[in-house]
């Protein structure tokens, strides 16, 4: 898309006010929205203010709307909660309540208002921006306010943020909080799997959603629990018959452990709750299994934010702080989100209109509407689940089996989340009728004949597992292409599912380009990226970057603590990530960083030198301590060691200096929800896609596929999921530094320089297009996006 950069320098906030109040249920994550907020609002030079306590503190005014400066919101963005504190408000429901809040803004010239909470918060907004101009002359008729104030404040401008850890607010992929709701969901199913596993014993977890069940669906998707309850999809008359069969089944095939999920809000099809304890009894009488109930409550509104809800509110209170400049009297009042990866703005009530016709659809009993009207992603997440939750009776699979072989093979440094790709890959793969093979080792593993057929248990549990269990080797095929091809003869592949990182992609362009020796590689050949560098070009996001995301701003954290302690400290942090720069930036944005040197954006000595000014005026302030991140490649020259170096040299007598590799900790540990979610649905789709190509290559009793269009690389781009031939990315590729030579990410590099109080340039012109609520049609939800 070309078009012309629009700046954000152009929009001034010289006279404008901003206040920020948090209210409703709280989520981790507000205060990184609040900060951006207030950062932001700063560097455009407008006045900001905190609204304490909520609505209740806008009516009760005095001491709970202050002004407030930069360090105000510094060291918050770790805090799960919000600082500013939330209250649930009876009086601002009044219209008393609300003309007092009117004569407190007023008298602070408060007309810009960034409202943080539920679609009741929202509501409340939009009703309270409604009434302003009649609020303000009814004011004045009391003699509260002059004439003049009417006249200057005349109009009230609202942008909301969605915190709500439920994920129940329609229009927004993600709101604020849910993705740490569901890293304290899966520590815990992931805690319980290895006691339950010791005793054989089934645990009914339950977890919160009252009216929504996202968090109960993604963490079944996350931790491939037996069975799910949620509001939006009641079980089937008999439901109690079907789930204590595959119950019993699954432990006749040796399965130790039982996980049911169970949403608070969960009902049947009569609209009668099912609990957590109904579910346990009836295991109980029925089996006779050991059973627990574990109920979650408010441990998962707690705890720390992920690095995901972080960036996520980062990116919104930025956003919606522009959105509050641009608005105009005839502007209807917005709610910023996220749509794929792209920040959109979206009107208030089309949002909350289509979030009250969820409800009022399961109210009525129309589930397959509720579904539906909580848009793509969620229908997505529970046509993934269903598909791989249960193994169809044979009777049910394809009446003919497909008599297709393919193959699956991890390639490249291991990442987490690997393993749900893969077993997302088996399951759908058997359902679809073909015989799933694993080839343990790489292409080095498959040219040594490692290969072995892979049934559905085989995969059982394998979600949650870091690293790689097939095994995973960076060589390359090109040296072993005549072996290759003799075991792809032997064992009859049809298909090819790699999931790797930059090694995979070079992999599949050798083995197209091998096509004209061998006719054994004329097969169709899928690429899921899985790299913690995020550098395959093709796609937004690999699986395993988010996982070292959250194991840098992790580190970050516990290294920020012990610098507040010692107090004027600066670290210099080395990350991973080859030359691709994602998660040195994004790290930083996560963590709050100073500074982040990558090699897409070339840095000198001047820029190092301004770095360590700056950092010595910061040192003035009450914020001492410096975070820098440095990517491992940035630059041959100015090494981690150098930057060390140079930084306790110039900074002496006013910071002293500490560094810290993080190495291969960023490729280890139990893959993040997003990882498993996302490696789960991605390699399903991949696997579908192989089951179509397979059809449409059959001729005369062979598959024979030799086309660039056989030969794709299934990638995230902005919001949809798109197949690309490999031979089409070669030109979008800088295969000497094996990074895309067009990265999405960079477009919030200015974002992270704003927060950390560096006068930069930001291109807005994908910003300030009011969207409207899309209703998607089934074709749409098919054809995909995450």
């Known amino acids: 898309m070309d078009h012309q950069p629009k700046f954000f320098e152009n929009l001034s906030g010289t006279g404008k006010a901003i206040a920020v109040l948090t209210s409703g249920g709280d989520a981790q994550g507000m205060n990184a929205a609040v900060r951006a907020v207030v950062r932001m609002g700063i560097y455009v030079k407008a006045k900001v203010y905190f609204i304490y306590e909520g609505y209740q503190g806008m009516v009760d005014g005095g001491d709970n709307i202050v002004e407030v400066s930069w360090e105000s919101v510094s060291s918050i963005l770790q805090v799960g909660g919000t600082v500013i504190g939330s209250a649930r408000c009876k009086s601002f429901r009044t219209r008393e309540g609300r003309l007092q809040a009117a004569c407190n803004l007023v008298q602070r010239g408060i007309t810009n208002l960034c409202v943080i909470g539920g679609d009741g918060s929202l509501t409340g907004a939009n009703l309270f921006r409604e009434e302003w101009s009649g609020l303000l002359e009814e004011l004045a008729q009391k003699g ?27 229009g927004t992929d993600m709101t604020i909080g849910t993705d740490s709701a569901l890293h304290r969901i899966i520590e815990v199913v992931d805690a319980i799997m290895t006691t339950a596993q010791s005793h054989q014993r089934t645990f009914v977890l339950e977890v919160m959603g009252r009216h929504c069940g996202y968090l109960a669906l993604v963490s079944a998707l996350a931790c491939g629990a037996d069975w799910v309850f949620i509001p939006e999809y009641p079980p089937e008359e008999g439901w109690e018959d079907s789930m204590c069969v595959k119950l019993s089944e699954n432990r006749a095939r040796k399965k130790r452990l039982n996980i049911i999920i169970v949403a608070e809000g969960a009902i049947d099809c009569h609209n009668k709750p099912i609990t957590s304890e109904k579910v346990k009894d009836l295991v109980v009488q029925r089996l006779g299994f050991d059973t627990r109930v574990t109920i979650l409550g408010h441990v998962q509104r707690g705890g720390t934010p992920s690095a995901f809800d972080r960036i996520l509110a980062s990116r919104m209170g930025v956003e919606a702080v522009l959105a509050l400049l641009e608005a105009t009297p005839a502007t209807p009042a917005c709610v910023v989100s996220l749509s794929g990866n792209q920040a959109v703005r979206l009107p208030l009530m089309e949002c909350v209109q289509m979030t009250q016709e969820v409800q009022k659809a399961m109210d009525e009993g129309r589930f397959v509407e509720a579904v539906r009207l909580r848009g793509r992603s969620f229908e997505n997440n529970l046509n993934t689940y269903k598909l791989l939750s249960h193994k169809k009776p044979d009777a049910e699979l394809p009446k003919v089996r497909s008599n297709f072989n393919v193959a699956v093979l991890n390639v ?47 995969v059982g549990g394998w979600t949650g597992q870091g690293g790689s269990i097939l095994g995973t080797k960076r060589t390359l095929p090109a040296k072993y292409l005549e072996k290759i091809a003799d075991q ?52 937004d996001f690999s699986i395993g970057a988010d996982t070292a995301l959250n194991t840098i701003t992790d580190t970050c954290d516990r290294i920020k603590q012990s610098a507040s302690g010692t107090k004027r400290r ?51 302030t009450s914020i001492q301590r410096g975070l820098v991140l440095r990517n491992e490649n940035c630059n041959e020259n100015y090494t981690t060691d150098f930057i060390y170096q140079l930084y306790s040299e110039e900074g002496k007598g006013v910071f002293d200096c500490r560094k810290n590799v993080l190495g291969h900790m960023q490729q280890g540990g139990a893959p993040s929800p997003f990882d498993r979610n996302f490696g789960t649905k991605i390699s399903a789709k991949a696997m579908q896609w192989i089951s179509k190509k397979l059809k449409e290559t059959y001729r005369k009793g062979k598959i024979f596929a030799n086309t660039d269009d056989s030969v794709c690389l299934l990638g995230m781009r902005r919001r949809n999921l798109v197949f690309q031939p490999v031979a089409e990315l070669k030109t979008e590729t800088d295969f000497v530094h094996r990074i895309p030579k067009e990265q999405w990410w960079l477009k919030l590099r200015p974002l992270m320089k704003i927060l950390a109080k560096y006068k930069t340039s930001y291109d807005v012109s994908d910003s300030g297009q009011l969207e409207h609520v899309a209703m998607h049609s089934q074709k749409e939800v098919e054809t995909g996006t995450i």
């Open 144 to 170: 509260k306010i002059d004439r003049e104030a009417v006249k200057k404040y005349a109009y009230l401008n609202i942008v909301g943020m969605v915190g709500s850890i439920d994920n129940d607010f329609c």
């Open 412 to 458: 490249g440094a291991p990442a987490a989340g690997m393993n749900a790709a893969v077993r997302a890959a088996v399951r759908v793969g058997i359902t679809e009728g073909h015989k799933m093979f694993a080839v343990i080792d790489g292409f080095e593993g498959f040219s040594r004949g490692k290969i072995k057929e892979i049934s559905w248990g085989d």
């Open 488 to 539: 792809m003869r032997t064992n009859n592949i049809n298909a090819l599912m790699v999931i790797g990182g930059f090694e995979a992609y070079l992999g599949l362009l050798e083995l197209s380009a091998a096509r004209e020796k061998y006719d054994e590689f004329c097969v169709p050949m899928v690429m899921v990226p899985a790299t913690v560098s995020n550098n395959v070009p093709g796609s």
């Open 570 to 620: 600066v670290f210099i942090i080395e990350t991973m990530g080859g030359y691709c720069g994602y998660l040195a930036n994004m790290g930083a944005l996560a963590a709050g960083a100073d500074a982040a040197y990558i090699f897409e954006e070339q840095f000198d000595i001047r820029e190092l030198q301004a770095n360590v000014e700056h950092l010595t005026e910061k040192m003035k």
